[in-house]
């Protein structure tokens, strides 16, 4: 059997954007092993992919380097597809004696590869999951096949469980409503984000211009005080919940699923509701590194919009610039498209 080791070991967000890779790979070569080289911590997202046949997990830990360099090895992988390049990746693929090592051509790293391709991803010219995919598609041709494109949604939760979840989060509200959104105000460190301050009047004033409207405000490991602070600013008319997600990441991705609006800064919990197609609204610094359309969430089309700060603004990274006043309007209106696709799709039904 052909066996591939994809390695994507950084953060939950960048793991969530290398899943249309795993799907073209497995749909392109379905007889063939997919595996994938994860951190612990987005080890469950990758058992929760369909695409991934086996997880293997990087520690990190330098005194764990040899076993992990023989664990890899004693899998005899055929392929090593590293989507992002590092040092220590680099020497990962070559100690395990993998014949065939890609990789983006940066850095000098690249020369511990047997092969590279071309990639200016500092330029932040195209989406990062379109990044991996030319990888992948890369690596596709070398083997003459042709790559199977995949749509989205490429996070699928039973209609049951969403069902059911989505049932209890009603419950939990001070008033029916018959939208659900959800509001993630913490980062993670990953980027900059609104202040809470911000997130605050974005929601008193979503709760007075959208009728039927309930807020979920959800938070990580560290985050409920900051969730805590947030909902202590919401004027008394705005039903809200604080959910703390403390059942692990396919629990908080299940729930997330449930979701009519998603918003948040670019960060994990965005691009887990992209991946589960929920509409998603991303707030981003206006940094080229950091741009929307590097980090598009992976919605189908017209189901995401971002948020920068304003132009004129000194510093590229200061959220306070924008203006929630516009945000909140622009969220209203597509809100409304939203209602519009879902009612189009109802009625073809």
Known sequence: MFKVLVVRNDKIGDFMLAWPSFAMLKNSMPDAQIDALVPAYTKAL?????????????????????????????????????????????????????????????????????????????????PES????????????TKSISPVEIAAPFLRVDLQVKHDIRAS?????????????????????????????????????????VTGIGFILTAGPGEEAQARQLQALLNQ????????????????????????LFIAGSTGPLHIAGAADVPTIGFFPAKRSATPLRWKPLNSGGRHIAFIPESNDKSQENMQSIDIEKVALSVYNFLLKQVEKTNEKTSKA
Do not use: M
Not at 131 to 139: A, G, K, P, Q, T
Not at 237 to 260: E, H, R, W
């Open 237 to 260: 008319t705005v039903p809200s919940y604080l959910y703390q997600s403390t059942k692990g990441l396919i629990s908080f991705c299940q729930t997330i699923s449930c979701a009519d």
């Open 46 to 126: 990758a058992e929760l992919c369909p695409w991934i046949d086996n997880v293997i997990v990087d520690d990190a830990d330098k005194s764990q380097q040899t076993r992990l360099i023989n664990e890899i090895r004693n899998e005899h992988y055929n392929a090593y597809i590293c989507l992002f390049s590092t040092t220590r990746n680099a020497q990962l693929g070559r100690k395990a004696k993998i014949p065939y090592r890609l990789a983006p051509a940066t850095k000098w790293a690249q020369f511990l590869f047997t092969d590279r391709l071309k990639q200016r991803r500092s330029q932040s010219a195209k």
């Open 169 to 209: 989060l009603l419950e939990k509200l001070s008033a029916p409503v018959n939208k659900l959104c959800f509001i993630h105000a913490g980062s993670g460190g990953s980027a900059n984000n609104l202040s809470i301050v911000q997130y605050a009047q974005l929601i008193n004033l979503l709760n007075e211009r």
């Open 130 to 141: 379109e990044y991996n995919l030319d990888l992948i598609r890369h690596f596709l041709q």
